[in-house]
C-alpha cells in the first residue's frame, strides 16, 4: 500500500510517498532527509505524539497552567492520557519543567510544567 504523508518533525513539511504492508514499513520516497524516513517508519509501525494541555492550578496567579508530556507518547494511549490530565489540580507555585505525573503513560514519559505559576497568597 502506499500513501501520502507530511513531515512534521521540521517547517519544511516534506509531503512523501510512503510504502507500508500494514504494520511493516517498506520504503518512503521525496523526504529531503533522513529525518522523514525515521518520522515515516514510525508513523507506520508505532505513532507517536507528545500531548499539550493544561490543568487547574489552586492559589496560582494563573487559573490554569500550561503543561506537555515530556516525550512522545504512544497515538493510542492518547484519550487515556488526556482524561488522567483533566484529573490533575497543582497547587501554586510550580516551576517550568516540573514533574506532575512521572510516567503517565507507563512507558517513561513525564507530564512536566511548560510555565511557571505563583502563589497569590503569602
Ligand atoms: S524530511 Fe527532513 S527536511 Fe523534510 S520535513 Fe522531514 S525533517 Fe524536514
Redesign the pocket.
Given at each position: 500500500m502506499n500513501r501520502k504523508m507530511t513531515?512534521i518533525?521540521?517547517p519544511?513539511?516534506?509531503e512523501?510517498d510512503v510504502e507500508y504492508d500494514k504494520n511493516t514499513f517498506i520504503g518512503v520516497k521525496n523526504?529531503?532527509?533522513s529525518?522523514?524516513e525515521e518520522?515515516a517508519k514510525n508513523e507506520i509501525i508505532s505513532p507517536k505524539r507528545v500531548i499539550t494541555s493544561t490543568v487547574k492550578v489552586i492559589d496560582g496567579d494563573l487559573l490554569v497552567l500550561p503543561v506537555k508530556t515530556d516525550k512522545p507518547v504512544n497515538k493510542e494511549k492518547i484519550f487515556d492520557i488526556i482524561k488522567k490530565i483533566y484529573q490533575v489540580k497543582v497547587i501554586a507555585p510550580v516551576m517550568i519543567n516540573d514533574v506532575l505525573i512521572s510516567n503517565i503513560d507507563d512507558n517513561g514519559a513525564n507530564l512536566v510544567a511548560t510555565s511557571n505559576t505563583f502563589s497569590i497568597t503569602k
Open positions: 513531515c518533525v521540521c519544511r513539511g516534506c512523501m523526504n529531503f532527509c529525518k522523514g518520522y
